[in-house]
T-cell receptor
Framework: QQPVQSPQAVILREGEDAVINCSSSKALYSVHWYRQKHGEAPVFLMILLKGGEQKGHDKISASFNEKKQQSSLYLTASQLSYSGTYFCGTVSGSARQLTFGSGTQLTVLP | DVKVTQSSRYLVKRTGEKVFLECVQDMDHENMFWYRQDPGLGLRLIYFSYDVKMKEKGDIPEGYSVSREKKERFSLILESASTNQTSMYLC?????????????FGPGTRLTVT
């Protein structure tokens, strides 16, 4: 079963913040985040492991709430280059596969 | 530089044709994956392979088969293409241990079945 992402789409101005959420009905082992720009392949952002700490690089960070089986991606002071579709992927139990959500389309306007 | 390549960026086939999509990675990765991407549905896993000649079904394997004869190459086969298989197909690879390691994606093949 696919994780649920919200919102489906968000539009913001340069410099504004955004939060993208990902939730699953299954007990999760790890959560992955990817960004895909139009016409390009998805690119890895970060992995959060069960029992791990909040991660981040530059102005993009993420958290993983194991009790709620939820993860959130935080984009602060958005830049034009942040535009794209963000996907979370989840790994549960002993599964060897990554199950992706349907994506959140983020548009940053000047 | 890490690289996953796919044989075609665009492909047009007729209903009933047998279609081969090829994927090659140069990172010596154990895992390889085939996804299809449709608007509003995200990326859905068709098949994956964790070793040569080993494969497992993903979430939507119906109508597809795969082949992995060499570590670097993973092929997706549509035995008899149908119009509902018109989609973007993405190949990916990773080190063994799906939960731990990032996946590297190829540029995708946009397949149109008429």
């Amino acid at each position: 079963q696919q994780p649920v992402q919200s919102p489906q789409a968000v539009i913001l101005r340069e410099g504004e913040d955004a939060v993208i959420n990902c939730s699953s009905s299954k007990a999760l082992y790890s959560v992955h985040w990817y960004r895909q720009k139009h016409g390009e392949a998805p690119v890895f952002l970060m992995i959060l492991l069960k029992g791990g700490e909040q991660k981040g690089h530059d102005k993009i960070s993420a958290s993983f709430n194991e009790k709620k089986q939820q993860s959130s991606l935080y984009l602060t002071a958005s830049q034009l280059s942040y535009s794209g579709t963000y996907f979370c992927g989840t790994v549960s139990g002993s599964a060897r596969q990554l199950t992706f959500g349907s994506g959140t389309q983020l548009t940053v306007l000047p | 530089d890490v690289k996953v390549t796919q044989s075609s960026r665009y492909l047009v086939k007729r209903t009933g044709e047998k279609v081969f999509l090829e994927c090659v990675q140069d990172m010596d990765h154990e895992n390889m994956f085939w996804y299809r991407q449709d608007p509003g549905l995200g990326l859905r896993l068709i098949y994956f392979s964790y070793d040569v000649k080993m494969k497992e079904k993903g979430d939507i394997p119906e109508g597809y088969s795969v082949s992995r004869e060499k570590k670097e190459r993973f092929s997706l086969i549509l035995e008899s293409a149908s119009t509902n298989q018109t989609s973007m197909y993405l190949c990916a690879s990773s080190l063994v241990g799906t939960g731990f390691y990032e996946q590297y994606f190829g540029p995708g093949t946009r397949l149109t079945v008429t």
